[in-house]
């Protein structure tokens, strides 16, 4: 974790400022005041609808020795010093830095934190899956090094500089992934997290309503690979045709992992085992492992045969890839719950795309048991908005027995989902998360599989959390 005086120097403040200050690590470093705790350092951030400055008091009140500001606000009572200041004597916290831009100043520590470490860096990007992927990559890599990785989603120009700050000395490998709205956003992040290895899971079509077209997305997420050093490795996705083609791009060594023999990792006997997991065959030049893990969804080995190759880049052995692989607290997205009247909610509301739309479904068809699925909006899809709504429906009625569509965009999957043979009877569209759970609770069976799946902003998890509720209300 970067020091007081680390973080000062970091964000370029007067070195002969810098020994009145104490070189002791914060505890965190927060952009929430609500998560604040005695030592913390506090980056008070402008944001869409209010400014990290209005809670810069909060921040010290629960503790926060510091905080990075770009104004000083009424009524707080802290020692502020400007970067410039170079009077030297005793510093009283809690302290004010303040400087012109809060997240360029943030972003200054953490490219100067991270230069001072020397942990193998492994970014991760893709269209869908790249969160699924670090988790698993950061599971593999802990077996033997002291890992560090960005939590939740922590991938953009906030997130991963917060990670970084929190390097220690004793950190042998980091792992961050790497999102990106528009080219030239994974550039910047590489040049601040400099990474050894670059992973790319695969380009689709989520943020094509930012990016305009797939090869606009295809240039952003192979800046990853660009952005490698000679003596790098590009780990790539060898079954998705686009991503095949960064190697040409790369200055880095290609190492690519896919489910056909030309992959340099690669596996087979792919066998989905409902509840229980999944079970396939890992082959590396003469050795072939056979791998059964608990994760839900066929889908799932491609993120494990991607964290094995990575793990395969470190020269790890198999009996530390394969306890990475099955690790149980890797925080995973696809979590089943137990549910209202003893179902089973199937809860996939982190974020949403056709592609991970429809392996989800595939998922659900693996299931031995009656199927419904609560499918909301999926954003961000430019000119491909309905095409891909109607591929998840027409895949739904496949799949459920009962489908509630929620949102503007999902009137697409119920009309879909009807014209491929689902009895209108059993489709329902919705307009927000209330009239979904209602229906809910409405249409629930005993021992129902229901999948619960939407973008993030749809905020389908009150749906999952209501369920779970009622459901654990109906246990007792």
């Known amino acids: 974790m970067i020091t007081v005086r680390h973080m000062w120097l970091g964000i370029g403040g007067n070195p002969r400022k810098a020994l009145d200050l104490p070189d002791e690590p914060f505890t965190h470093i927060v952009i929430d005041s609500r998560q604040a705790q005695p030592g913390a350092c506090f980056i ?6 209010r400014d990290g400055h209005e809670f810069v008091g909060d921040a010290l009140a629960r503790g926060a ?31 004010l830095f303040l400087v012109e831009d809060t997240l360029a100043a943030l972003q200054r520590a953490a490219a100067y934190w991270r230069a001072l470490h020397t942990p193998r860096v492994v970014g991760i990007t893709g269209s869908v899956g790249k969160t699924s992927t670090k988790e698993m990559t950061a599971a593999v890599l802990r077996q033997r090094f002291v890992t560090l990785w960005n939590r939740a989603s922590y991938n953009n120009e906030i997130g991963l500089p917060l990670t970084l700050l929190h390097l220690g000395s004793e950190h042998q490998a980091l792992v961050v992934e790497m999102g990106a709205y528009e080219p030239g956003d994974i550039t910047a992040l590489c040049r601040l997290a400099h990474p050894h290895v670059g992973v790319v899971t695969n380009v689709g079509v989520s943020h094509l309503e930012r990016m305009g077209t797939v090869d606009r997305i295809w240039e952003a997420k192979s800046e990853l690979v660009r952005s490698l050093p000679p003596d790098g490795v590009a780990v790539l996705n060898w079954d998705d045709e686009r991503v095949r083609e960064m190697a040409h791009v790369t200055p880095a060594r290609v190492f690519s992992y896919g489910l056909t023999p030309e992959a340099d990792v690669w596996a087979e006997e792919v066998e989905t085992l409902g509840l229980e997991g999944i079970r396939f065959t890992l082959h590396y030049g003469d050795d072939v492992v056979p791998v059964r893990l608990p994760w839900l969804g066929e889908h799932m080995v491609h993120t494990a045969l991607a964290a094995t190759a990575v793990g395969l880049v470190f020269g790890m052995e198999w009996e530390e890839i394969l306890a990475g692989l099955g690790d149980p607290n890797a925080e995973l997205r696809i979590v089943v719950i137990p549910g209202l009247r003893g179902s089973h909610i199937i809860d996939d509301t ?12 595939n998922l659900l068809a ?27 429906g027409a895949r739904a009625a496949k799949v459920v027995d009962r489908l509630i569509a929620v949102g503007e965009r999902a009137r697409w999957i119920a009309e ?9 009877e059993r489709v329902v569209h919705v307009r927000d998360v209330e009239e979904a759970i209602a229906q809910a609770r409405e249409w629930i069976r005993p021992g129902d599989f229901v999948l619960v799946k939407a973008s993030r902003a749809m905020a389908l998890e009150r749906v999952v959390d209501a369920l779970r509720e009622e459901g654990q209300q109906s246990l007792g």
Do not use: C
């Open 416 to 424: 879909e989902a009807v014209a491929a043979g689902l009895d209108p």
């Open 366 to 392: 693996d299931l031995d048991g009656s199927h419904m699925a609560i499918l909301g909006d999926m954003l961000e899809l430019g000119h491909y908005e309905e095409i891909g709504h109607r591929k998840v």
């Open 44 to 49: 008070a951030l402008p944001g869409e609808h």
């Open 65 to 95: 020795r510091a905080a990075l500001v770009h104004r000083v606000p009424p009524n707080v009572s802290a020692t502020v010093l400007p970067v410039e200041e170079d009077v030297p004597g005793p510093v009283q916290e809690p302290v």
């Open 350 to 361: 982190y974020n949403a795309s056709p592609a991970s739309m429809l392996a989800a479904l």
